[in-house]
């Protein structure tokens, strides 16, 4: 049976329709557009079905606490931070094999499945139904498809052949995208890639909670320290070029917030770790940091990516110097956009004396993508698709 967690003062009320979000990310980790999009929907008056990702591997050992919270319905520990629950939202983690091989699909199929679809349409009382997936899985099609939306999106935002979190995973993306009405993409490439095999794309880029990253807070900051600080914010993991964030803690203080999957032997004494925190901390994280630091390998899934956190960074106004990410050439004027180790340690020296009139332009820039525009967007093309 599925565990339920509810939004605060969650109250009975009319809603404007129901979404069912089958999410590949878990409610309370590191904050990207899976929540922005269920907690701006919220706002707007929908109610939100939140299913956190339904497994599509076999786990590794160091993933064991993630598994038992996730097998006993315990979301919060299947996590790594708690992340706020608003109004209008629900949580809903199923249990479910990994869904791989015949044995654990057939009874994924037969079993567990059709619980969850049970306990979803008991909910699904305020039309119209809206399903949006980001999961091309067996499981995630079936439960979508039992549904029956009156408009089902699938969200596309990983390239998941070349995903290394995705490996040993079965893939059924051209399904999912064959029995959807409407596709999003985030990247120029994967909207390009998305473009070829449906006739409705839209590209959804990241945007900003401008309530959280206000500039207010950024314009306060003072750099006074003799040795500059490099920040940088998100999951800690396979995607980031470790050797060059070895050889910055070795430069400049290096402060790292976010949940750790990496070894830091080798790094400064220096370096800060500040952990996994929730969305809202950052800002005051980001306290005294002189240089933000987007430093991604250049690696054949990152052609796919375009950072949630990326209109964040420009609303600090903060310089930010990244690699590995093709996706943000379009912002190389407000960006330092770098190719090798080298040269993206001259950019950050180069950052340190910029002129200060690029601090406004990026906040402006990260203005003009806030999640409530997005959510607009999203709003729209709904109603284009329904009415």
């Known amino acids: 049976m599925a565990i339920l967690e509810k939004g605060d003062n969650h109250q009975p009320r009319e809603y404007r329709g129901t979404i069912i979000l089958i999410s590949s990310v878990h409610w309370h980790i590191t904050w990207q557009r899976h929540q922005e999009i269920a907690t701006g929907l919220a706002n707007r008056g929908y109610k939100v079905e939140f299913i956190e990702p339904l497994p599509k591997r076999w786990p590794k050992a160091s993933e064991f606490r993630r598994v038992m919270g996730r097998l006993l319905g315990q979301s919060r520990e299947a996590g790594l931070v708690v992340q706020k ?6 949580v809903m983690s199923p249990p479910l094999l990994p869904d791989t091989g015949r044995i654990a699909q057939s009874i994924n199929q037969r079993y567990f499945v059709p619980e969850i679809l049970k306990s979803l349409l008991e909910v699904c009382v305020n039309r119209p139904i809206i399903t949006i997936n980001y999961l091309p899985t067996m499981a995630s099609l079936t439960l979508q498809q039992g549904i029956r ?3 089902a999106i699938y969200d596309c935002v990983i390239d998941w052949k ?3 979190y995705a490996q040993g995973a079965e893939v059924v993306e051209n399904r999912l995208v064959g029995s959807v009405d409407m596709v999003f993409a985030d990247s120029p490439f994967l909207f390009e890639r998305m473009s070829s095999i449906h006739p409705i794309v839209k590209q959804v880029l990241p945007a900003v909670n401008l309530e959280i990253f206000n500039k207010s807070i950024f314009s306060k900051i003072s750099s006074n320290q003799t040795v500059p600080i490099c920040g940088y914010f998100g999951g ?5 070029d470790v050797e060059l964030l070895r050889e910055i803690s070795h430069h400049y203080r290096l402060r790292l917030i976010g949940p750790l999957r990496i070894s830091l032997k080798g790094f400064s004494n220096n370096i800060e770790y500040c952990g996994a925190v929730s969305h809202d901390q950052i800002p005051q994280l980001l306290q005294g940091v002189d240089v933000l630091l987007l430093p991604y390998r250049d690696a054949p899934h990152m052609r796919a990516v375009i950072p949630a956190k990326t209109f964040e960074c420009l609303a600090t106004g903060i310089p930010t110097v990244t690699s590995g990410l093709n996706s943000l050439d379009q912002y190389a004027d407000l960006l330092y956009i770098c190719h090798s180790q080298n040269e993206f340690l001259k950019a950050i020296e180069k950052a340190l004396s910029e002129e200060p009139s690029l601090k406004e332009k990026r906040i402006q820039c990260a203005e003009g993508n806030s999640w409530s525009q997005r959510i607009d967007e999203i709003e729209g093309y709904i109603h284009q698709m329904i009415h």
């Open 85 to 90: 629950i608003p109004p209008g939202v629900t």
């Open 149 to 151: 939306p009156d408009l």
């Open 162 to 164: 070349n995903d290394p």
């Open 236 to 240: 800690i993991g396979a995607s980031l």
